[in-house]
């Protein structure tokens, strides 16, 4: 009787086995296919490309602040390398907890909405509206490398100064209420300027018009530097600068290439024509200053490369090569004439030309993008008026006309503000002194010469 229990029960057991590997089997069979299809939609090399190209962008942060850090006195060069490195501090937890969300989350209204607050709903599958083929959150994090250095652009302006509380307070609300709703506008799903047709491949409107105008608003309303004569100092360290400039152009390949957001043609075609502007603006800037002054200048050719990684930007992934020689060459004229007579005769004090070189620089990029875009080279963009379709620069004069309004406005508003509460501009004993030690009782430079 036990045995025959005993059998009864190895039987059971047997089929309870068999029905559970089935059944087990049979999941699988539902599911692998569900993640087979889930992960063939994320491309490894793309993905490594786009964490590669964030890597690059955030460089150009620290590469900033080398870049002001030498062109400004040397009691103050800490200040602007505390200001950069707290910029890339504070926005890095704006940015995952509501100013993506605010910037790319999709809607029609000023900005995207809270409903990928805190990176809610923005995991590693791909989101095939921004990227298809690149985990959404690698998405979320080359697009934070920009939100990061766009205000830190500003710095250029209100440099040697601006008390720090201000400026972090001020940092804050602008990248809020200036730069997410702009991005949305602009690249965001349900942006209007994007649903308009504006054309901005890396950020010749989003990052450098919108700083360069904000940078403006800035050196206009803080004022001129105490005793400062007619002619700016001199850059105290010129090796930081150059050091500077090299990381930008370094990083610039990630800023542009990397909009591509896949590792393909667009991206080497960005690639080529963001070296090509650069160069051309270098040498041209060069050849300017040796017209008119007699001597080309190291800060001279910094000065035009970076006007020229600036120009091309918003074109990067429309236009092809000549072109891009032709924006380089032309960027220079007129940012030089921009810092060289026309900021002399107006009297403004734009510390480091953040104006003259984003700002004049971002606007011209973005109608020759509406000149020299061509569809043959991206074909999901569009043909400029030089490839038969003048619409087309119409809308990038309306896209930049509408952004140097807004910025001004509401930088204006948001600078007026911070200074009810807090005063933006240091006193004039501070000031003489240097930001360096009334702000952060620190020194640069521990021996004097």
């Not at 059998?7 to 087990?24: A, D, P, Y």
């Not at 809020?176 to 949305?184: E, R």
């Not at 800060?299 to 990684?309: E, I, M």
């Not at 107006?346 to 011209?364: E, N, P, R």
Request: charged share 10%; with cysteine; aromatic share 14%.
């Amino acid at each position: 009787m036990l045995c025959r229990k005993k059998g009864v029960f190895m039987s059971l057991s047997r089929k309870f086995c068999l029905i559970t590997i089935l059944t087990f089997m049979g999941v699988l069979w539902l599911i692998v296919p569900v993640f087979a299809q889930n992960s063939a939609k994320i491309d490894t090399g793309d993905t490594a490309w786009v964490l590669l190209s964030s890597t690059l962008v955030m460089l150009m942060t620290p590469g900033l602040a080398f870049f002001y850090g030498g062109m400004v006195r040397r009691k103050n060069m800490l200040s602007i390398l505390m200001q950069c490195f707290m910029i890339l501090c504070v926005l890095s937890i704006q940015w995952v907890l509501f100013g993506y969300s605010l910037s790319f989350h999709p809607g029609k209204g000023f900005w995207g909405g809270f409903g990928w607050f805190g990176l809610n709903g923005v995991g590693l599958e791909p989101y095939a509206d921004y990227a298809g083929t690149i985990p959404h959150q690698a998405f979320m994090i080359f697009q934070a490398m920009f939100a990061i250095i766009t205000p830190a652009l500003i710095i250029g302006a209100f440099a040697e100064r601006m008390k720090f509380s201000a400026f972090l307070i001020f940092t804050v609300l602008w990248a809020t209420f200036v730069y997410d709703p702009v991005c949305h506008w602009v690249w965001g799903m349900g942006g209007w300027l994007r649903n308009l047709g504006a054309l901005d491949f890396a950020g010749g409107t989003v990052v450098h018009i919108n700083a360069g105008i904000a940078a403006l608003v800035a050196a206009l309303v803080i004022g001129r530097r105490k005793n400062l004569d007619s002619n700016t100092p001199p850059p105290h360290n010129l090796p930081f600068v150059v050091l500077g400039t090299g990381l930008l152009w370094f990083g610039w390949f990630g800023f542009n290439a990397g909009s591509a957001l896949a590792a393909n043609g667009l991206a080497v075609n960005a690639f080529v024509v963001t070296n090509t502007a650069a160069a051309a603006a270098g040498l041209s800037w060069a050849l300017l200053e040796w017209l008119r002054n007699g001597k080309p200048t190291m800060f001279g050719v910094a000065s035009g490369a970076v006007a020229g990684l600036v120009a091309i930007t918003p074109a990067a992934g429309f236009v092809g090569v000549i072109p891009a020689i032709v924006i380089g060459i032309l960027v220079s004229v007129l940012c030089f004439t921009a810092v060289s007579i026309i900021k002399p005769k107006l009297g403004y004090d734009d510390a480091l030309d953040a104006f003259g070189v984003h700002c004049v620089g971002g606007i011209w990029g973005a109608l020759a993008t509406g000149l020299f875009a061509s569809k043959a080279i991206n074909p999901a963009g569009a043909d400029g008026l030089f490839f038969g379709n003048p619409k087309q620069f119409l809308i990038q004069l309306l896209t930049v006309l509408i952004t140097v309004a807004y910025t001004f406005i509401a930088t204006f508003i948001i600078y007026k503000l911070v200074n009810l509460f807090v005063s933006v501009r240091v006193g004039e004993k501070e000031e003489l002194m240097g930001l360096d030690l009334t702000q952060h009782r620190e020194r640069a430079y521990t021996i004097l010469e």
